[in-house]
């Protein structure tokens, strides 16, 4: 059978970022599919004698590994296996090396769920690589035998070098750090990172099973643990990322998360970025704090924003939302890693607030507050007739906010809508509602921005109410 058969027929696609579906669907032929047509769509660009493989902590993602290693070797590819270790690290070392990657991992979808990512030598693949892999018509390798695979340490070790060079050694000395590990790709990882800056860290939260963090809406649960453990362990920090390591949560001294576009700013203006391309999701405060010379805001994902950078000069870099950090262009002591990076921002963002406490930081941006959740369990046909029916009458929205009738049609005249991605309301008083459904699970995502934090989660509970009760 063709592999683009194969992959047709499993109902895997791609999201925002990845190949992405239930773990069923990831069967041993599939995961080779998608790893042949890679090496292909590599091989058209030269010789590829090696692709380095990386897996997350999920149940599934080390079988899923061993299908692509497999289906690599029946093609004369030696798979060089890096074991458990987040996202960027992988690309990190790769890209360096000039050498593809397949990342094994469903980032923060729950645990039925699992997803590929790939890497050229150069970096993350855009969206037509993505449809060059779909459609990849090879043949599919018989897998007789999944092999077993060999540990390689050195793609970490090369991650925790990279940022080990580009901070001021011991700047955290006297912080204590909290590391809620959770199931995180990067857990072993980042005590050692903190601790060679000198910081205390202090290890949280390990958990045996997958735990589906997701930085773009932190749970209720989350945020109160994180107030307690600040408070139980007198932390001047908290962090955390997704399950692969590639978006950041970062706490103040209070336990009050950092949105992720917050932490893109101040990690920009740590690094004296001047051009930046960020999502239409992020903040507004962006273009209000005056600290960018260019402002592109792209689709939601990685890929678009990389496409972004490309039309930028150095200085630049990007951020999403999620607070994923993707260096654009070299720096004097940190080189270009065009994908989402947990760590960066973090440092970053440390090494700004300096002697002061990381609550200070927040005083001096522009007072723009954004808040998000999600409809779980809601499909795509559901959410694309949903948003279908408010871009043709908006209306319908703004009484699903509450509006009166002669409000609605007093907000209609100056109502403006962003459809780069999904459906995106500026409302009269300047809050933002967006919309969009999920590249990667069956969700409908909303956004809000407001001039207070609670201004804007009361319109994201507000909006996800009415669409559930309407």
């Known amino acids: 059978m063709h592999t683009n ?90 890209m360096a090396r000039g050498m593809g990657c397949i990342m094994v991992t469903g980032s923060h979808i729950p645990f039925d769920r699992n997803g590929l990512k790939f890497y050229r030598p150069d970096g993350e693949i855009s969206k037509a690589d993505e449809i060059l892999i779909v459609q990849g018509k090879q043949s599919v390798p018989q897998l007789h035998a999944l092999p077993e695979l060999a540990e390689r340490p050195d ?91 590639d ?24 690094l004296a970025i001047s051009h ?42 990007g951020f999403e939302a999620n607070g994923g950090y993707l260096l654009g262009s070299d720096l004097p002591k940190v080189t270009a890693l065009p994908t989402r990076d947990a760590v960066l921002p973090a440092l970053a963002t440390l090494a700004l607030a300096a002697e002061q406490p990381l609550s200070s930081l927040r005083r001096n941006l522009p007072q723009r507050f954004t ?27 703004l009484q699903r906010l509450g509006y009166s009738q002669p409000a609605v049609e007093a907000a209609l005249q100056s109502l403006t809508l962003d459809e780069t991605d999904g459906l995106r309301f500026t409302l009269p008083n300047q809050d933002i509602v967006h919309l969009r459904p999920s590249g990667n699970a069956p969700e409908l995502r909303c956004y809000a921005e407001s001039n207070t934090p609670e201004q804007a989660n009361a319109l994201v509970h507000q909006v996800l109410t009415g669409l559930v009760s309407g």
């Open 5 to 94: 058969t194969v992959i047709t027929e499993s109902g895997v696609s791609f999201g925002t970022s990845g190949a992405r579906g239930l773990v069923t669907q990831f069967t041993p032929d599939v995961c080779a599919a998608f790893a042949v047509n890679f090496a292909h769509l590599l091989q058209q660009h030269g010789p590829v004698t090696a692709i380095g493989l990386g897996i997350d902590n999920r149940p599934s993602s080390y079988a899923m590994a061993q299908a692509c290693a497999a289906a690599l070797q029946a093609l004369d590819i030696e798979p060089q296996y890096f074991g458990v270790l987040p996202t960027p690290a992988l690309a990190n070392y790769c």
């Open 371 to 397: 808040a998000s959740d999600r409809l779980q369990q809601f499909e795509r046909s559901q959410s694309d007739a949903l948003l279908t029916h408010f871009k043709s009458k908006p209306a319908a929205l």
């Open 276 to 317: 930046i391309a960020v999502p239409v999701s992020c903040t507004t405060a962006l273009e209000k704090s005056g600290a960018f010379s260019t402002v592109l805001r792209t689709r939601i994902g990685s890929p678009y924003v990389i496409a972004a950078l490309n039309d930028l000069p150095a200085p630049c870099a």
């Open 155 to 245: 793609a970490s070790q090369h991650y925790l070098a990279r940022y080990q060079n580009a901070f001021p050694a011991g700047f955290l000395a006297g912080k204590t750090i909290g590391i809620y590990q959770h199931s995180s790709a990067g857990r072993d990882l980042y005590g050692r990172l903190f601790e060679y800056f000198g910081a205390n860290t202090v290890a949280l939260g390990r958990s045996d099973h997958f735990v589906p963090i997701d930085t773009e809406a932190v749970s209720q649960q989350d945020r109160v643990q994180a107030i307690a453990w600040t408070k139980q362990y007198n932390l001047d920090a908290l962090f955390s990322t997704d399950g692969d390591g």
């Open 247 to 270: 978006r950041p949560l970062l706490a103040d001294e209070h336990g009050d998360y950092f949105t992720g576009d917050v932490l893109g700013l101040l990690c920009s203006q740590y």
